[in-house]
Every structure is written in structure tokens, then in C-alpha cells.
């Protein structure tokens, strides 16, 4: 059963409560703000739901034609009078942070005919060319290609290319669709305005359907003691047993490695359960070139006792990763560490990652990063 509401309610969820009509004798509506969590800046994306023909942002290069494909969404590339290598097609879109932004693309493509392919980013976008490699694909099959590459301008650009391979010559064909252009250091799950990877996450055009940049939003939910977005650097779940067996030093190494940008502040979340009495157990974070940053020191610990650890860091980029350390004590003592994440900034909420309604995985689920706004109501 949900909690009860109406128009007069006042919480600190980040929900807004309102009377349709007169106060206190109306139907009442609870609305939760919406923020962005990725978006597309492919202006023509060329998704599954997106019209045929819709070519207008994409030039052919190197002698090669490009046309509509009546039976799918997408761009046709015909090779057959282009040079031997590196004919194809250069695809418009619009990046808005310079030279700070890494920029991935991921295009679909799909042979019409046998051969090879490959994305290159050149011109405005980057200072100079980035190419792929080539991948063969076979007629009737799909690839998705992905290139991340350094953004040193903005604006409108036809700076990423879809190019043939050196083969012997002869007309090769494909497909191209399903286009993104993302803020991101991997390539993601395709999406835009009319098309989701997520439930949980709505998408939208900018502005005329199919013709601009789109968006995956989520609901900003802010509950005390949680984010309104996250951004997991790195997150873990399992069972990593961790034994103290001699009598030495007792540091029993958690070897996760986090990140450690110059500068950057981030927050490491740590929980952890007793398998054995524990007299004490502390969580530090060693920094090459600094001191440890300590988190917390539990005592008196008995079997099955969960206890939560986390302190936030800054980053000095002296070469080398930041690496939690656990000891514990006595000798003969043993834990697990069950559940970690490595957010971004400051963060005192509960534990996080792109399996929360909300949130996505960037990548593999629990090996990737994750973004999103989770719901914690």
C-alpha cells in the first residue's frame, strides 16, 4: 500500500503535491521532478522507430553513393564507385562541451554485401584523425562499432565516418543505423528520442522528431541521505573473503583498485560482514605519494555482524590507482567484503549501481560504470 497523500502534503522526497482544483475538496496529484541522464547529440540517429529515406546530415565520401533504404530505417552505403579504400559515409552531429568532453560513437551496420568497415573521427571534432579498425561483416549481418575519441571543438560536424576497408575492389554495400553520439568513455546501449534501453528511463527529441538530439530522462528522487544523481565509478557485489592467517602486519589487502584522477573527489562505499569474532577491523585508502586516507575503525565484532564503511577521497594521479586496505584482527580473524561502490563526488545515501530503478549500467552489469537517478523511496 502506498503512503497516504493529497495536495496539501509536504515532504522531503523531491515529489510536489497539488490540489487539481479547489484546496481541500479536489482530487490531488503527486508529480516528481525529471532530470537528464544521457543524451544522444547523433541529430539523426536513424533508431528502429525512425522513418526511411531519412538521409538529410549524412555525405557520401570518397566517390561512394548513399540513398534511403526502403525495407529498414537507416543509410544505404554503395561503395561500387568509390576508391578501393575508405570510400563510405560522413554522419552529422552536434557535441556542446569542448575540450574537456571524451566522446564515444557507435554506429550499427549491416552488410547488404560482404566486406569491411570501420569508423574514423575526423575534422572540427578532434585535433587529429581517430580510426577504428576494420571489422569484416558478412551479407545479412549486424555489427555494432563503437570509437571514443577526445572532443576539441563544438558545433555542427561531419566528423565521424563509416569507411570501407581495403579489400580487392568490387561493389560493397551496408546499412547504417541506430547511430549514437554520447558524453561517455564506452560505448552504451543505443537509444533515442523514441526509443529506450531502460523502463525506467523516458526518452525524448530536443525537437522535431528524428531531425535533432535526444535524451534518456529519469526521476529525480532526493530523500535525506541520498543523491539526486550518481555517477558509480566502480561497483562490486559478491562474498571477497578476507583472512588474517599469521601473525605479521595483519593488513589484509582489498585489491580494487579506484580511481584517482588529480583533483577529483570521490566517496568508496564498504560493506562488510563478520564470519568470525573480530576484535577490530578499520578501512584506510592508500594513495601512491600520500598518506592513507582512513574511513572507519569497528571492535567487538561477532559472526554475521554487517557494518557499512565510507569516506570520500581526492585524487592526486601520482601514477598509480588508489587501493582499499582492510585490516583486521585477530590472527585467525575472517570477513567478506559484500558489497562496494566508488561514486563520484560526495555521496552519504545507501549503496548504488545500475541495477536500481532509475539507473543504468555503461556497460557489462557490475563490471561497468553506471549513471542514473536512483529510487530510494
Sequence with gaps: MLPYFDGATVDSTGIAYSYDGTPGASTSTARAEI????????????????????????GAVNGATISGDASAAGVVVDCSGGTVTDAGVAIGG?????????????????GI??????????????ASSVNGSY??????????????FNVTASGVARALYVLRGPTAGGSEKARISSVLVEVAGAALPFFDGSTTPDVDLVPAWQNTEHTTTSTLSGVKVNRAGSVLYHSIVRSWTGDA????????????VAAQDLPNAAGRTYTVFCEIEARSAVSSVSVGIDRSGLPSVP?????????????????TYVGN???????????????????????????DGIYSGPYLDGDMPGCIWRGTPHASQSVGYPATV
Excluded at 532530470?35 to 526511411?52: D, I, M, T
Excluded at 575503525?297 to 554475521?304: F, R
Excluded at 586496505?325 to 566508488?342: K, T
Design 94 to 110: 552536434v557535441v556542446a562541451d569542448p575540450g574537456v568532453a571524451t566522446v564515444t560513437a557507435s554506429v550499427d551496420i549491416t
Design 295 to 311: 574511513i572507519a575503525t569497528e571492535s567487538s565484532l561477532t559472526p554475521g555482524a554487517v557494518r557499512v564503511f565510507r569516506a
Design 113 to 126: 554485401t560482404g566486406g569491411q568497415w570501420r569508423l574514423s573521427a575526423q575534422g572540427p571534432w578532434v
Design 35 to 58: 532530470g537528464e541522464v544521457r543524451k544522444n547529440f547523433c541529430a539523426r540517429p536513424l533508431g528502429p522507430a525512425s522513418p526511411v529515406n531519412t538521409i538529410s546530415g549524412y
Design 317 to 343: 594521479d601520482a601514477g598509480s590507482n588508489a587501493r582499499i586496505n582492510i585490516p583486521i584482527a585477530p590472527v585467525g580473524a575472517s570477513l567478506a567484503l559484500r558489497r562496494m561502490a566508488v561514486i
Design 135 to 148: 571489422v569484416s561483416i558478412a551479407a545479412g549481418e549486424t555489427k555494432r562499432m563503437s570509437l571514443t
Design 241 to 252: 573473503r578476507i583472512d588474517r592467517r599469521d601473525g605479521g602486519g595483519g593488513w589484509a
